[in-house]
């Protein structure tokens, strides 16, 4: 026979240790998704226990299960809808009285739970000793010591969970003695059982216990279940306000009060000993220091530097070792595709390089992930990030954000250089959900690493002058725009999301494992590529489209087909009558191209005398003909080709590069960007400078790479600011400002566009994050640049004006009272 | 006198919550409940929000929402 497969959930609540159980439980095999419709993180895994396979669910930490909280909902729903054999409810042994406050609730929804007792071994540093069997019977549930941390129990545990899941004899389930409030719940309940369609799905007693709560679920459940809905749910009302007039007090406040006063007898009874000791003796002592008024804000901007420092600037330098290997992919998709033509490219090549170049451009941004993703999970382990909240949040307070948003907004460059990303990825944790939603929708106009290489252009040629003081200008001025933006939105469009109070545990600080702390970095890494990869390649085959096609006409055509023709011509006229000239006509020109071509890539990779050899052996085999000529050195016959080959080459080049110029200009992007200068005058932006910003929304990277295309190199080796500069020789340092400001206020790229869209569960908001930028943007290059040329300002002065003005704007919304 | 009111190194035990809803819930979850006795541990750098010390575990919170706490001092 067959046997069903057992699901097991646990449960517990934060700093538990509860992780650390599931860890130990499914081993590697585990996986991580969202809860259908919800943000809130789901972990499955699974083991085998006797042959038999055991689905394990890891549900949010939660001290309680209302329906106040989005985690404690989660959690709640999973127990009653999805019926699972067994609840493994992990609890912190050295705290067991307020554990016990959520154990109660476990077992009022009369689903088998086995009560770990985790976390022994501190509570046995800490001198507490705890009667497991008088605690078992007090429970009528099983209860297992472990310390999983170090292994012990979980033979026990494993074994306990096999025998309670199996078992199909039913006990008495436990109940809270209520005391005065009995009588009104045995009223209820019998109201509420006497409806047989609810009391055979959910515990009866169980939902009369909820009802004079007055909790939302409970009657949502109740309107959704019961027959006769109204006449019940006024009849609790009236028993509710009976129990309050009779006994002075809210009837949730009863229940909640008494679970703690049955907790309080309880593990009186099942403690033999336990000395009063500070249990965060060590904890207490370190917090001395790091919440201390003035070392804590030092340590604080320490620990932010530190996290920069080795993921950004760190995690940078590493990817000159991974960025090799991305080239690697990147030349042996060139060399499988086919090859160019003169100044002819086949689509599918075009296509794919661009495809290849996009996911790279991604790719390459990895090891600053993991890096990132590593130290986050530290910060989470060690407990740190609940200091970092308490330090800060009066502050964030201020513009309507949390303390908890802090370390999103340091991820997403609070100065220069972060990721977005990641950033709105942890914005996760953050209970409070207008502060979650400000704080997501913000962090895009921070500014990421992507939007520096624009940055560093024009402050190369518009403030080479005052190029720290521009780099601070414009690394320093984002927060200041975001802080009043995060108000603004607190107060304006996410003035009904709901707010949570911030009272928060402070957890005693932990040493966090290598194993945990790599295993969260690379799942999360994982996440990332798994999410963003098909969405991009989506996007850049767009992109593509947009700015390849309608492509020349058929009259430029003609005319490029007679420039190639003229350029041969001149190079046959010029090798006439040379012994290698029958080695390089009709088919073979274009094969000597590509044969150079890869030859000088190769080259230039190479390291070494050695490789170089390597290299010259390899193509001399390959074509010794064509090596000649890549190699005249004595040969004059071979150097005269080789001179006129060179001038072709270059011919071709500067055919292919006027080419894809006219191919953007008249690509539908081409089109898009010219009909935009209308709106896009007043900011000084120009077709060009439209086209660019238009490409940059795959990813940032490529406005600098767009402009390069754009302003044409008129000599070899010619640097794109030069050739900026005299591409629009009207260009002045405000329209430089103008446009750095425009980026900070960029859009979010496709990757964060599709967090944003998973961090908040609706696809409006991402819209929103797009638009609202956009045309603050617009509006703040505008201010600017009109603004500047009307009060005749200089580059420098403009910014002045514009740092003091966001300032202003921040301490004066500052001030503006929160609802 | 309201939980707001203490000064860090304060001791002093609840007499009623006059919280509801979500901060009274919240509360309550945390460990909260008449009876029970507190030791307030410090304040943040910027004064906001407060540190709480409850029967062994440490909890932080605005004093905005300590007012909501009627205790006795010890």
């Known amino acids: 026979m067959k046997r ?183 009223e209820v309940e019998e109201r509420v059982s006497a409806e047989t369609a609810i009391a055979a799905s959910y515990p009866s007693r169980w939902l009369a216990v909820k009802l004079m709560e007055g909790d939302s679920e409970a009657r949502r459940l109740a309107r959704k279940h019961l027959l006769g809905p109204d006449e019940i749910l006024a009849f609790v009302e009236e028993k509710r306000k009976e129990f309050e007039s009779k006994h002075a007090e809210k009837p949730e406040k009863h229940i909640a009060f008494r679970r703690y006063q049955v907790a309080d007898t309880i593990s009186k009874s099942a403690l033999k000993r336990q000395t009063v000791v500070s249990s965060q003796f060590l904890s207490d002592k370190a917090d001395r220091f790091i919440c201390n008024r003035f070392l804590g804000p030092v340590i604080l901007v320490g620990v932010i530097y530190l996290l920069y420092y080795l993921s950004i600037v760190q995690g940078y330098n590493l990817t000159n070792y991974t960025w090799p290997l991305l080239a690697k992919l990147r030349s042996l998709t060139e060399s499988i595709l086919p090859n160019p033509g003169f100044i002819e490219e086949p689509v599918i090549r075009a296509l794919t390089l661009w495809f290849v170049d996009s996911i790279n451009a991604l790719l390459n941004y990895v090891p600053i992930f993991f890096i990132l993703f590593g130290l986050i999970a530290i910060l989470e382990d060690s407990g740190y990030m609940p200091r970092m909240a308490f330090i800060l949040d009066r502050l964030f307070q201020r513009f309507g954000l949390h303390g908890q948003s802090t370390l999103p907004m340091v991820l997403g460059g609070i100065y220069v250089g972060g990721c977005a990303v990641p950033a709105v990825m942890s914005c996760k944790g953050i209970p409070d959900e207008k502060a979650r939603m400000a704080t997501i929708l913000t962090i895009p106009m921070l500014n990421c690493l992507a939007k520096v290489p624009l940055y560093v252009l024009l402050i190369n040629i518009y403030f080479a002058q005052h190029k720290g003081l521009a780099m601070f200008f414009i690394s320093t001025v984002t927060l200041l725009m975001v802080l009043p933006m995060a108000k603004i939105l607190t107060h304006t469009v996410l003035k009904d999301k709901e707010s949570a109070p911030f009272i928060m545990e402070m957890p005693p600080y932990h040493v966090p494992t290598i194993r945990g702390v790599l295993g969260r970095a690379v ?287 921040t301490i004066g919304t500052g001030f503006v009272k929160n609802r | 006198m309201t939980l707001d009111r203490m000064k860090p190194g304060a001791e002093c035990c609840v007499n009623k919550l006059t919280a509801e809803d979500r901060l009274g819930q919240r509360l309550m979850d945390l460990g909260v409940y008449p009876g029970l006795r507190l030791k307030v541990v410090r304040n943040a750098p910027l004064e906001d929000p407060m540190e709480l010390e409850l029967e062994g575990y440490y909890v932080s919170i605005r004093h905005e929402e300590a007012r909501f706490v009627e205790v006795e001092q010890q």
Not at chain 1, 778 to 795: D, K, M, P, Q, R
């Open chain 1, 4 to 186: 069903k497969k057992a699901l097991v959930a646990l449960a517990g609540q934060p700093n538990s240790g509860k992780s650390t159980v599931f860890n130990a439980l499914t081993g590697a095999s585990q996986h991580v998704a969202n809860y259908p419709g919800v943000t809130v993180e789901k972990m499955t895994g699974s083991y085998r226990h006797d042959g038999a396979k055991v689905e394990v669910v890891d549900l949010p930490g939660t001290y309680s299960l209302t329906s106040y909280s989005l985690e404690e909902r989660v959690s709640r729903d999973f127990l009653l809808h999805e019926k699972p054999s067994l609840v493994v409810n992990v609890a912190d042994a050295s705290n067991l009285k307020r554990n016990l406050y959520l154990t109660f609730q476990l077992l009022e929804l009369e689903i088998p739970v086995v009560v770990d007792l985790n976390m022994m071994d501190v509570a046995e540093r800490r001198d507490i000793e705890i009667d497991t069997k008088e605690l078992s019977r007090q429970l009528g549930a099983a209860v297992v010591p472990t310390a999983i941390k170090t292994g012990r129990g979980k033979k026990k545990l494993l074994e306990s969970i096999h025998v309670a899941s199996r078992s199909k004899q039913v006990c008495e389930p436990f109940r809270i003695d209520y005391g005065s409030m009995e009588s009104f719940l045995s």
């Open chain 1, 523 to 809: 799942q999360r890494v994982w996440l990332f590529i798994r999410k963003i990869i098909t969405i991009v390649a989506a996007i850049a085959i767009i992109l593509f489209v947009l700015l390849l096609f309608p492509g020349l006409s058929d009259e430029r055509k003609v005319y490029y087909s007679t420039q190639k023709d003229h350029a041969t011509a001149k190079f046959y006229k010029k090798v006439e009558g040379n012994p290698y000239a029958e080695h390089v006509q009709g088919k073979n020109l274009m094969a000597l191209v590509i044969y150079w071509d890869k030859y000088k890539k190769a080259k230039m990779t190479a390291k070494g005398k050695e490789a170089a050899r390597a290299i010259n052996k390899k193509f001399k085999e390959e074509n010794p003909v064509f090596f000649k000529i890549v190699q005249p050195k004595k040969d004059k016959d071979a150097k005269k080709v080789t001179r006129a080959f060179k001038k072709v080459f270059s011919a071709r080049k500067k055919l292919l590069r006027e080419i894809k110029k006219e191919k953007i200009d008249n690509s539908f992007l081409g089109r898009l960007g010219q009909a935009m200068v209308p709106f896009t005058q007043w900011a000084g932006f120009n077709w060009r400078v439209n086209v660019s910003l238009l490409a940059s929304f795959a990813a940032k990277e490529s406005s600098v790479a767009t402009l390069g295309a754009l302003y044409q190199q008129e000599e070899e080796g010619e640097s794109l600011e030069k050739r900026m500069e005299k591409g629009e020789e009207g260009f002045t340092p405000l329209h430089g400002l103008a446009l750095m400001l425009f980026m900070a206020l960029y859009p979010p790229c496709v990757a964060t566009s599709i967090m944003i869209k998973v961090q908040t569960g609706q696809i409006r908001w991402l819209i929103f994050s797009m638009i609202v930028p956009t045309v603050l943007g617009i509006f703040v290059a505008t201010l600017v640049f009109s603004g500047g040329n009307l009060l005749g300002l200089s580059g420098l002065q403009a910014m002045f004006a514009f740092y003091g003005l966001a300032l202003a704007t």
